[in-house]
Every structure is written in C-alpha cells, then in structure tokens.
C-alpha cells in the first residue's frame, strides 16, 4: 500500500509549495494530491470526541493523516472559499476530506471510515494561493470570508445526510473555490432531483 497517511510532528519552518508541503507530500496521486487538496488541517478539539469513540486506541496529533493540527477551525465555521494567512502562506478553504480506506488501515479497524463521514468532523483540504513557510507556532488569520455562506459541513451533509436539499446544491455548485470534481457531483444529483420530483 501506498500512503502519505503516517505523520510525525515536525520542528522548524516548513515550505509550503502550489502542491504539497516539503517532506510531506502525497504519496498515492491517483486519489489524492492536485491543487485544490495540497493541505489537510484537523482541528485538535475533534481529539476528544475520538478519544471518547475509540478510548482504546493511542491518538497522537496527525492521527488522521493531517498536515496541520490545528486550533480553531470548525468544519461549521469555515465556508468555501475563505480566506487564511498561515505563516507566509495563503491558502483558501476548498473541501472537506472523505475518508478512504487508507484511515481505516491506520486506525486498525475499518469501522473508523463510516464514523468519520457521520461525525461531520471531515477536516478542512485548502489550496495554496501564495506559497510560503508555515511552523507550528503560527497563528491562522482569516483574511477573508467567501460570501456564499457554504461551509465544509454543508459539502458534507449533502453528500452523505441531505441528498435531496437541491436550493444548497444550486448554490454549491456557483462557489468558485469548489473543486470540480465536487461541481460534477452535484450537478449529477440535481439533475437526478429534478427528474425524479418532475414526475
């Protein structure tokens, strides 16, 4: 198996580059890597609804395969398309995380992956606008706050809660920032709505 998924904590300035960080880059890029997924952040307050999940099982930072643990930034709080200063960096807020089977191989039961996708915990994956060097004492400032009120949640409660909320599809599907991959899907899902409530 090939995974970048294992992380250890690290010291010193790290370059952040378009596609990935230096010395921790994406190891499988036929699923993961690209522009629109170069940093994976997980909040650290997540840790203790797994802890209390899976008390049985050690979770140091980066348990789930983050590039940044991160203080702050709740999967609510964050739209599509915001806006952070991190470091020197800037990245902008793109999708939530979707677990594979990769998490369920670091944690050692694949039971992990349906409860990932059902605690609405899913991470934030951010672009790269200006490269930069990050270090685990930098603050995450908002620069600013995409209009369209999507948040990470909303992508995926769509995907996996409200799959028939066509007005949030409809509106989803107009936020630049969101990947495409993500575009197509929900233009798949709409056209299968309208068809199925056209009846």
């Not at 300035?13 to 499988?28: G, H, M, V």
């Not at 940044?68 to 793109?94: H, M, P, W, Y």
Request: with cysteine; proline share 4%.
């Amino acid at each position: 198996m090939t995974t970048g998924i294992f992380k250890e904590p690290v010291e010193g300035r790290i370059r952040l580059k378009t596609l990935n960080l230096d010395s921790d880059r994406q190891a499988d890029l036929t699923v993961h890597g690209g522009p629109d997924n170069v940093v994976y952040a997980y909040s650290v307050e997540h840790y203790d609804y797994w802890h209390w999940v899976f008390p049985d099982i050690a979770m140091p930072n980066g348990m789930f395969g983050e590039n940044l643990t991160v203080e702050g930034l709740i999967e609510n709080d964050v739209n599509i398309g915001d806006v952070f200063r991190i470091g020197s960096s800037t990245v902008i807020a793109t999708q939530p995380r979707m677990p594979c089977y990769k998490l369920g191989v670091k944690f050692g039961r694949m039971d992990v992956i349906k409860k990932f996708l059902t605690s609405g915990r899913s991470g934030i994956y951010f672009k790269v606008s200006k490269e930069g060097e990050v270090s685990a004492d930098d603050t995450i400032e908002q620069i600013t706050k995409d209009p369209s009120r999507i948040t990470i949640s909303y992508i995926v409660r769509l995907y996996s809660i409200d799959r028939e909320d066509l007005q949030t599809m409809r509106r989803a599907i107009k936020v630049d920032a969101l990947p495409r991959g993500w575009k197509n899907y929900f233009l798949e899902q709409i056209k299968r709505l309208e068809k199925k409530f056209a009846r």
